[in-house]
Nanobody, 119 residues
Framework: QVQLVESGGGLVQPGGSLRLSCAAS????????MGWYRQAPGKQRELVAT???????NSADSVKGRFTISRDNAKNTVFLQMNSLKPEDTAVYYC?????????????WGQGTQVTVSP
């Protein structure tokens, strides 16, 4: 099993920055994709950004040019640098990890961290 621990959420003013971190621990086989999703009140969970083991990134149009995803494979940690934050970025942000384990693909989610963008 893989456990995910997120950190870095909080309250920030519009135009500000936050950096989210998510560390994977436990019995880890091969981590493939690491990334972030978010869910705002009354809305479905949506992709923010993902980063594959080969370096392929995928991100929502709404965050391109403002958010940067990166990962430290040695520490099984993924980061999300969020700049120029807007009120519409307010949501619970969830860390995601896709793992290959004995020919199966397993999906893991963090507990979520609140990001609030408000004056």
């Amino acid at each position: 099993q893989v456990q995910l621990v997120e950190s870095g959420g909080g309250l920030v003013q519009p135009g500000g920055s936050l950096r989210l971190s998510c560390a994977a621990s436990g019995t880890i086989f091969t981590i493939d994709v690491m990334g972030w999703y978010r869910q705002a009140p009354g809305k479905q969970r949506e992709l923010v950004a993902t980063l594959g083991s080969g370096g392929t990134t995928n991100s929502a149009d709404s965050v391109k040019g403002r958010f940067t995803i990166s990962r430290d494979n040695a520490k099984n940690t993924v980061f999300l640098q969020m700049n120029s934050l807007k009120p519409e970025d307010t949501a619970v942000y969830y860390c995601y990890v896709g793992e290959v384990r004995n020919s199966r693909y397993l999906n893991y989610w963090g507990q979520g961290t609140q990001v609030t963008v408000s004056p």
